[in-house]
């Protein structure tokens, strides 16, 4: 039982770190024309909106590109907004 929870600790505290450290966040935005006008204020809002909000929210730093980069080795989260085009039928 000891065993366990000594690797359950190692375990958070190996996440803890990860958080802790600087990461390198890919935001790919393959939308096609998805977009809204906020009720709220009339402003446009895309699919990654909300990430981009979340992220700045808790001083992230984040890379946002509209074509997918080939090496992705560099990345330790990707997102990808997903949408639709208007014009598909």
């Not at 906020?38 to 979340?54: C, K, W, Y």
């Amino acid at each position: 039982m000891k065993k366990r929870n000594v690797l359950l600790i190692l375990l958070i505290l190996s996440i803890e770190f990860k958080l802790a450290t600087p990461q390198q966040i890919l935001i790919w935005k393959n939308i096609g024309s998805s977009e809204f006008i906020s009720p709220e204020n009339g402003n446009v809002i895309t699919p990654g909106f909300e990430i981009r909000m979340a992220l700045a929210a808790n001083t992230r730093s984040f890379v946002q590109v509209n074509l997918l980069p080939e090496d992705l080795s560099m990345y330790d989260l990707i997102f990808i907004t997903l949408g639709f085009s208007v014009d598909c039928g």
